[in-house]
């Protein structure tokens, strides 16, 4: 697989940046616009690793438990409450871990594709 192709690390980039933007439009608090500021930056840069790296396992298990961190943080962080907020989180955690999910299958072959050409 070449880089920069895969449509699941493409899906990953724009949810995580949807995430750290979404504190502009969403009525928030301070602690839960640092939560979806941080998971999505993470997310950002753990996706483009991922684009620049297609048979790198660890990060597209990596993208999946960010969409786990993403799916609990209103619980964890306190911000339930914060409806409009805490759908985002839980939204954008639930594509998260799906497409982490999906693309792992494709990432455990071309690992195996390079390892068995060591």
């Not at 500021?37 to 597209?60: F, H």
Request: hydrophobic letters at 55%.
């Amino acid at each position: 697989m070449q880089k920069w192709t895969r449509w699941q690390d493409w899906a990953a980039a724009v949810v995580g940046l949807y995430a750290l933007l979404s504190p502009i439009w969403t009525e928030t608090t301070t602690r839960a616009s640092w939560t979806m500021v941080v998971l999505g930056v993470v997310t950002i840069l753990v996706a483009l690793a991922s684009l620049a790296m297609p048979g790198n396992v660890v990060s597209e298990g990596a993208v999946a438990v960010l969409g786990v961190l993403f799916f609990i943080a209103p619980w964890v962080m306190g911000f339930s409450g914060t409806t409009g907020m805490a759908v985002t989180a839980w939204i954008v955690g639930i594509i998260t871990a799906g497409v982490g999910l999906l693309a792992l299958p494709e990432s455990n072959r071309i690992h195996s594709q390079v390892a068995s050409t060591r």
